[in-house]
T-cell receptor, first 116, second 112 residues
Framework: AQKVTQAQTEISVVEKEDVTLDCVYE???????LFWYKQPPSGELVFLIR????DEQNEISGRYSWNFQKSTSSFNFTITASQVVDSAVYFC?????????????WGAGTKLIIKP | SQTIHQWPATLVQPVGSPLSLECTVE??????LYWYRQAAGRGLQLLFY??????ISSEVPQNLSASRPQDRQFILSSKKLLLSDSGFYLC???????????FGQGTRLTVV
């Protein structure tokens, strides 16, 4: 069975601090995809990144970086020098590339509060 | 570029009334389409997905149904709303079944 765990329900930091959001997944498949989405207060889900299970290189995009560790089944997300606009709920998700059936498993989300 | 439109943004409906939420995608052909529900502002629950016109897969038994009358149109319906149908409904599309999905702005439904 697949599972995505975001153990941090809520994180609160002061602006300019670095913050890491954890994501741990479970899957029996060797081919899968991992995603991160941001949901600001407006409600719309914003796609941030997709990672293939065969690509373990870390990704950096501006102040955002992602650390994919297959050995620990983790796909953590770090925001450097956080800003108030980063305040949102962040979701991690997992999809197996096994058959034609769609199956995207979502974590429960981590609410990130950036205080000015 | 591709865009997704979802309406209405908010909706207050009495128990027992019908529901129709519409979602359209522009700028792409034969997208995969999805309806999600988000209760209590947190976890996402996949309700339906469609890989083509008239092809609907239901993930959760419920009081809702979905239809795809046109390639880029996805409709979520109910004949009689229940209080438990309240929530935030999100439509999404993707190019392939396992590629990243792009979401609409959502519909906040309150059943009273």
């Amino acid at each position: 069975a697949q599972k995505v765990t975001q153990a941090q329900t809520e994180i609160s930091v002061v602006e300019k601090e670095d913050v890491t959001l954890d994501c741990v997944y479970e899957t029996r498949d060797t081919t899968y995809y991992l995603f991160w989405y941001k949901q600001p207060p407006s409600g719309e889900l914003v796609f941030l990144i997709r990672r293939n299970s065969f690509d373990e290189q870390n990704e950096i995009s501006g102040r955002y970086s992602w650390n994919f560790q297959k050995s620990t089944s983790s796909f953590n997300f770090t925001i450097t020098a956080s800003q108030v606009v980063d305040s949102a709920v962040y979701f991690c998700a997992l999809s197996e590339a096994k058959d034609s059936n769609y199956q995207l498993i979502w974590g429960a989300g981590t609410k990130l509060i950036i205080k000015p | 570029s591709q865009t997704i439109h979802q309406w209405p943004a908010t909706l207050v409906q009495p128990v027992g009334s019908p529901l129709s939420l519409e979602c359209t995608v522009e700028g792409t052909s034969n997208p995969n389409l999805y309806w999600y529900r988000q209760a209590a502002g947190r976890g996402l629950q996949l309700l339906f997905y469609s890989v083509g016109i008239g092809q609907i897969s239901s993930e959760v038994p419920q009081n809702l149904s979905a239809s795809r009358p046109q390639d880029r149109q996805f409709i979520l319906s109910s004949k009689k709303l229940l209080l438990s149908d309240s929530g935030f409904y999100l439509c999404a599309w993707s190019v392939r079944i396992r590629s990243e999905a792009f979401f609409g702005q959502g519909t906040r439904l309150t059943v009273v």
